[in-house]
């Protein structure tokens, strides 16, 4: 069974910063990209990062470049996202989601919340 794990996330101050981390389990990691979504109160689930099954090939939502990093350790079966500079508007619940399979099933995080606030 395909389970994520997101942690790492809590509240702080605007300009602080936070690294969520996903714990990935029951598919073979490495073989998959990863993605980070967000959903703010009230609004639609959207899409914060990308990173490729190698790790090298990343993208990432307008809103956050520049501030936001997204990593993976395959050897931990692990992704990251590294976020800085935080701002009230990255008030969100943040998932990780992959997609996985042949018939390319979507996983999904329960997700941790981020709260930005002064």
């Known amino acids: 069974e395909v389970q994520l794990v997101e942690s790492g996330g809590g509240s702080v101050q605007p300009g602080d910063s936070l690294r969520l981390s996903c714990g990935a389990s029951?598919?073979?990691?490495?073989?998959?990209?990863l993605a980070w979504f967000r959903q703010p109160p009230g609004k639609e689930r959207e899409l914060v990062a990308r990173?490729?099954?190698?790790?090298?090939?990343?993208s990432y939502a307008e809103a956050v470049k520049g501030r936001f990093t997204i990593s993976r350790d395959n050897s931990k079966n692990a992704g990251f996202l590294q976020m800085n500079s935080l701002k009230p508007e990255d008030t969100a619940v943040y998932y990780c989601?992959?997609?996985?399979?042949?018939?390319?099933?979507?996983?999904w995080g329960k997700g941790t919340q981020v709260t930005v606030s002064p």
């Open positions: 989601f992959v997609r996985v399979g042949v018939v390319a099933k979507d996983h």
């Open positions: 990173i490729d099954s190698s790790g090298r090939d990343k």
């Open positions: 029951g598919f073979t990691f490495r073989l998959y990209s």
